[in-house]
């Protein structure tokens, strides 16, 4: 289950649109309605059980509030049917906007440009204020009040396509917890590495957790919090309590602010999320972690990473070895995790096969009775290793089709 707890109801207002960069099963409490989509899951629910979702799923890429849905045979018909919507409900004149475009693949055969779509669509918010205000609101490409989400996509069995508009409810994507520093570099977003452990067997009252080639420490960072229960979107509360900032856009919607129960409910689920985070990660007293990397550079990337997510560096023992040498720091049980280079540069594949056959070799040799996974998306290197998988599960890396691997 990947929002445990999470009921939805039947739906009086609001269609919610759940974005993700990952392949998963969703289940919701055995609750009907939920449509598993390209790109995400759509579900019908309240306000305020949106907001639960927004904070705390460490899978979600974004969450977005569907404001329409228009068929439409033609660019002309997206304008016309935009035009008379009640925008002045949706964001103020003295707001900034922008929109992003997305086409389905019958939509990119059939339609020339994406961008052509997203100029329709802001003429058609811009002439509606226009003409109720004298005034048009602007737009910022960079960091708007408020994102519109543009989908077209072919209706099932017609000629026809429906333009579904959306608006982002997150600003930065739920991915981007605030631990990571911009300036280094980390091959796994967050929800993904956390996607990942969610779909191993770690039991985080019994196993070790051990990362044998821990880069800058997305993995350790995301079972730690797996562990202590901690919502992934804690720091963005942090800010939101201590410096007052707008950490997420829909805080800044006039639907949202002249919603006082939701807005009161927000403020209760932050408040809990913070008190939590703190007391959760202060209390973690645990010598389950174990971070391995070959270079000094990528443990001091951990130790900056850990620092900044609030969690107490002697949680997490670290140390400078060869992955393919490397022997458990305590007993089983326990898993083994690992996102190996996939040698996606000229001559680095038959590099890269003796290092994946020779960590299969040290798995076999030295780490009996654990559970090792190992993520990649060359199948040429997965084959080095010469242990025998016991499941395998495909995940999107960004454009990349990868396996996580079981042994």
């Not at 056959?357 to 199948?379: C, D, I, M, W």
Request: proline fraction near 4%; aromatic fraction near 12%.
């Amino acid at each position: 289950t990947i929002l445990s707890g999470l009921e939805f109801s039947s739906c009086k207002q609001s269609h919610f649109f759940f974005s993700k960069r990952i392949r998963f099963r969703v289940l919701f409490a055995g609750r009907e309605g939920i449509e598993v989509e390209k790109g995400g899951i759509a579900f019908k629910c309240e306000t305020e059980e949106a907001i639960d979702v927004l904070l705390n799923s460490r899978v979600a890429s974004r969450v977005f509030k569907e404001l329409q849905v228009y068929t439409i045979a033609s660019e002309k018909d997206l304008y016309a049917r935009a035009k008379e919507k009640w925008w002045d409900k949706v964001f103020s004149v003295q707001q900034t906007f922008k929109i992003n475009t997305l086409f389905d693949r019958d939509a990119r055969e059939h339609f020339s440009n994406s961008i052509i779509f997203s100029q329709l669509l802001k003429d058609a918010i811009a002439d509606n204020f226009r003409e109720k205000f004298g005034e048009r609101p602007s737009v910022d490409t960079g960091r708007p009040d408020i994102t519109f989400l543009l989908r077209v996509e072919r209706k099932p069995g017609t000629d026809l396509f429906n333009a579904r508009i959306l608006v982002d409810m997150c600003g930065d994507p739920l991915s981007n917890r605030g631990y990571r520093e911009e300036s280094l570099k980390a091959p796994l977003r967050e929800n993904l590495a956390a996607a990942i452990i969610m779909t191993t067997d770690f039991d985080p009252e019994k196993d070790i957790f051990t990362d044998s080639m821990c880069g800058s420490g997305t993995f350790l960072i995301e079972g730690i919090l797996i562990k202590a229960k901690v919502a992934p979107t804690y720091l963005k509360i942090r800010q939101y309590i201590e410096k007052k900032a707008p950490v997420f856009d829909f805080l800044k919607h006039p639907w949202f602010l002249v919603d006082r129960k939701s807005h009161r409910l927000f403020e209760e689920r932050a408040q809990v999320i913070y008190n939590h985070s703190l007391s959760a990660l202060n209390e973690l007293q645990t010598r389950q972690f174990f971070g391995f990397d070959i270079t000094e550079r990528a443990l001091e990337t951990t130790r900056i990473h850990l620092m900044n997510a609030m969690i107490d560096q002697q949680i997490v023992t670290l140390n400078k070895r060869d992955a393919t040498k490397i022997t458990p720091m305590d007993e089983p049980p326990g898993i083994v995790i690992a996102n190996p280079p996939y040698g996606e540069r000229m001559g680095e594949e038959e590099e890269l096969k003796n290092l994946y056959h020779a960590y299969g070799e040290n798995l076999k040799q030295n780490f009996k009775g654990f559970r090792a996974y190992v993520f990649t998306s060359n199948p040429l290197l997965r084959k080095a290793i010469s242990l025998g998988t016991s499941k395998r599960y495909t995940f999107y890396n960004g454009s990349l089709e990868c396996r996580l691997l079981k042994y």
